[in-house]
């Protein structure tokens, strides 16, 4: 099950193996996990031993909560003090997909996974490799992004292997994943208002014509209502600096080395700075970009450039959550 290759160093075997990655998760192990959106680092939810591992590895503080993974809406419900009619609208039409809603959560779904709140997030993955997991396990999975606490998001397994490399026995290979940035998360008011915590894969116009009275609040209280929510997060370790037009580029690559341009489509302006010209993807759309927005930044990180330059996605639909990304990614 696994290969050790010398002294100290464990390789992580990647498969599809979902009986081995049940047998791991019983007994207390964590995994790597494909989702539609991002890998997860997966732990049976009800094993205090597989989740203090997830938080462990990630390094993550144990203030910021996790994210259940279940099979179905029903799944989802038996875990739910209150499944608001809203919450329930938007599970119909979203799941299995990349929503993550917040309820008030039952007393047996521990403290050590909602950081001690009363409420608890939960989603059903649209992916086979997962679902097929899902099925087949018994407890609810816990499964936060398979990166170190801070870092890119992977999305593939052999960017989960890079990421956290021998501290994870299996990584469930799904391939690339096909949507490539995080969940949308939300939340609910005391009266059953849904709020987005989170900007995702879900547009909040796609939210807003299953719930027209959704709240969108952003830099109000987000940090408090998704403690996750750090201005700094998702970042590559070359520093990005995200300007509002190509324009600005000229000055720069003097002053920062080598620089690396990341655009969605050739710019004349190009022609005259002395910097390596990237492209998101060859496909315009924002979904093309959101396919390869992590995977584009980690490659680039691999090539030692000393600045990469990019400019803001115009503010809408899935451009708001890529910008968000890029917010936090580019924050000093
Ligand atoms: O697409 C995704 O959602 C991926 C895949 C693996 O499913 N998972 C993911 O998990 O992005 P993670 O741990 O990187 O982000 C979880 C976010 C955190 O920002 C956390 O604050 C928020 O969910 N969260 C979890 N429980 C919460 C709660 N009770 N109240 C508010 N926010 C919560
Ligand atoms: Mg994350």
Redesign the pocket.
């Known amino acids: 099950m696994v290969f050790t290759l010398g002294p100290g160093y464990i390789c992580p075997m990647i498969s599809r193996d979902i009986k081995s990655a049940s047998d791991l998760l019983r007994s207390g192990r964590v995994i790597g996990?494909p989702?539609e959106?991002?890998?997860?680092l997966a732990a049976d939810a009800l094993n205090p031993q597989g989740v203090a591992e997830v938080y462990r590895v990630k390094k993550?503080p144990s203030f910021?909560?996790?994210?259940l993974?279940v099979a179905s809406l029903a799944h989802a419900q038996s875990h739910a003090l209150v499944f608001y009619p809203q919450a329930e609208a938007l599970a119909k039409v979203f799941w299995p997909g990349?929503l993550?809603l917040?309820l008030p959560?039952k007393a047996h779904i521990p403290d050590q996974i909602?950081?001690g709140?009363s409420?608890?997030?939960v989603?059903v993955?649209n992916h086979p490799v997962a679902l097929a997991l899902l099925e087949a396990y018994p407890n609810p999975i816990v499964?936060?992004?398979?990166n170190l606490f801070g870092t890119l998001?992977p999305t593939s397994a052999a960017h989960v292997v890079r990421n956290l490399g021998d501290q994870v026995p299996l990584v469930l290979d799904g391939g690339d994943c096909s949507l490539g940035?995080?969940?949308t998360?939300v939340?609910f008011t005391p009266e059953g208002i849904p709020e987005v915590?989170?900007l995702?894969?879900i547009t909040f116009d796609q939210l807003k014509e299953v719930c027209p009275d959704i709240l969108f609040r952003p830099g109000t209280h987000k940090e408090v209502?998704?403690?996750?929510?750090y201005p700094k997060h998702y970042a590559p370790k070359t520093p990005l600096l995200v300007v509002d037009l190509w324009d600005e580029v000229h000055q720069l690559s003097e002053n920062y080395g080598r620089v690396a341009i990341v655009a969605q489509e050739p710019m004349p302006v190009f022609e005259s700075i002395p910097a390596d010209v990237f492209y998101w993807s060859d496909d315009l759309s924002l979904e093309a970009v959101a396919h390869h927005f992590y995977r584009v930044l980690d490659k680039l990180d691999e090539q030692n450039f000393d600045l990469i330059v990019t400019t803001w996605f115009a503010e809408h639909g899935l451009g708001s959550a890529l910008n968000d990304k890029l917010k936090r990614a580019s924050y000093t």
């Not at 910021?64 to 994210?67: A, G, H, K, S």
């Not at 209502?225 to 929510?229: D, H, K, V, Y």
Request: hydrophobic residues 35%.
């Open positions: 996990m989702t959106t991002v890998y997860g993550r910021n909560p996790l994210i993974h990349p993550t917040v959560k909602t950081a709140k409420t608890f997030a989603r993955p499964a936060p992004s398979a998001s940035i995080e969940s998360i939340g915590f989170r995702g894969s209502l998704a403690p996750g929510m």
